[in-house]
């Protein structure tokens, strides 16, 4: 299990969010932007409800692309210069070892036989020898509520 950002994906959704904020009537005139850093993602506006529309652009744009809004750890709204407001979204990347060592409990806790995990830097690897205890413990995973976008790998077929 790994939790990765398609950084490509990303690009994408933020430039077809900043065409379409371009060319829409209701965000002349507002400096609504949007821009995208290493890891992170700045969105700019006059006001506060020019900036819940823009980042509901962003957040359109990027379940279009198929990257789960779990990526995204939006911030506080905060005053800019110039009578503006932003907001700075991380993007998340990667499992942390409160995470992983949540996600070994969650498997052991399954109580599968064979069945085992370990972690392996911001991955976690799970092995077993029957398959289908292998996509017991996915469909597991994907069922609990789980603020990281989980990506099932290297699964044999």
């Known amino acids: 299990m790994v939790s990765e950002v398609d950084e ?12 379409e904020v371009s060319t829409r009537f209701d ?8 821009e995208l850093g290493k890891d992170d993602l700045t969105l700019r506006s006059a006001t506060e409800d020019r900036l819940r529309a823009l980042r509901q ?14 990526v995204l750890d939006w911030g506080r709204v905060e005053e800019a ?5 932003r907001q700075v979204a991380q993007l998340r990347a990667g499992i942390s070892t409160d995470a992983a ?10 109580g599968l036989k064979g069945v085992s995990s370990q972690t392996q830097g911001d991955s976690v690897r799970v092995t077993g020898k029957k398959r289908d ?17 989980l990506q099932f790998k290297n699964f044999r077929d």
């Open 57 to 70: 652009v962003v957040e359109e744009k990027f379940v279009r692309r198929k990257l789960s809004l779990k």
């Open 8 to 19: 490509q994906e990303v690009r994408n959704a933020v430039d077809q969010a900043r065409r």
């Open 81 to 85: 210069a110039g009578q503006t407001v």
């Open 101 to 110: 060592r949540d996600l070994n409990k969650r498997i052991k806790s399954l």
């Open 27 to 34: 965000f002349k005139n507002t400096g609504s932007d949007i």
């Open 133 to 149: 205890d292998l996509q017991t413990v996915i469909a597991a995973l994907r069922e609990a509520e789980i603020e990281l976008p």
